[in-house]
């Protein structure tokens, strides 16, 4: 079935500095999803992405929607200890053969202050 | 209040036992979601449901069946459950795409 490759699987990193994650896969989207999720929380939206090529902002993170659709990267601008915990994408696609929606296993971020 | 709550937030139960987790949302959305998360996997879906005369298996339904009671309500059971069902299970909403979750179930099976 489909997948998505979402990589680093963890990253280790001292506050201030920048983080870049992502990930790809096979198949192609309409539409690219970011999450953050902490201990004992569900998945909390950080940014849609709903055209190829799309760039997207919010507050230190940026997101941007890969151009052949079948890759997505997450960037975090001068981390902070509270950005701790994992983040995951999701790609969705409706087409003839119906709704799809897959997560990636996630990028553990540890934030050193 | 929580624009999605799921009870209950832990259950323990044994082999065999039939449980129902339960998922109310009040954004006033029409699609639903039930997924399960297991360590290093992301989210698998089991099962969603665009409006309430509408259900559709996901990835993952084997050993699971859902209910839609109302708008606001998707409810998820495991007939018989089994050992390789804990996990975390999360409801979520969405208008369209933008899925919105709850605070996800914590299900042992022993």
């Known amino acids: 079935g489909q997948q998505l490759n979402q990589s680093p699987q963890s990253m280790f990193i001292q506050e201030g500095e920048d983080v870049s994650m992502n990930c790809t896969s096979s198949s192609i989207f309409n539409t690219w999803l970011w999450y953050k999720q902490e201990p004992g929380e569900g998945p909390v939206l950080l940014i849609a992405l709903y055209k190829a090529g799309e760039l997207t902002s919010n507050g230190r993170l940026t997101a941007q929607f890969g151009i052949t659709r079948k890759d997505s990267f997450l960037n975090i601008s001068a981390s902070i200890p509270s950005d701790v915990g994992i983040y995951f994408c999701?790609?969705?696609?409706?087409?003839?053969?119906?709704?799809?929606?897959?997560f990636g296993a996630g990028t553990r971020l540890f934030v050193k202050a | 209040d929580a624009d999605v709550t799921q009870t209950p937030r832990n259950r323990i139960t044994k082999t065999g036992k039939r449980i129902m987790l339960e998922c109310s949302q009040t954004k006033g959305h029409d699609r639903m979601y039930w997924y399960r998360q297991d360590p290093g996997l992301g989210l698998r879906l089991i099962y969603y449901s665009f409006d309430v005369k509408d259900i559709n298996k996901g990835e993952i339904s084997d050993g699971y069946s859902v209910s839609r009671q109302a708008q606001a309500k998707f409810s998820l059971s495991l007939e018989s459950a089994i050992p390789n069902q804990t996990a975390l299970y999360f409801c979520?909403?969405?208008?369209?795409?933008?899925?919105?979750f709850g605070p996800g179930t914590r299900l042992t099976v022993t």
């Open positions: 999701a790609g969705l696609s409706t087409d003839t053969g119906g709704f799809k929606t897959i």
């Open positions: 979520a909403t969405s208008d369209l795409y933008e899925q919105y």
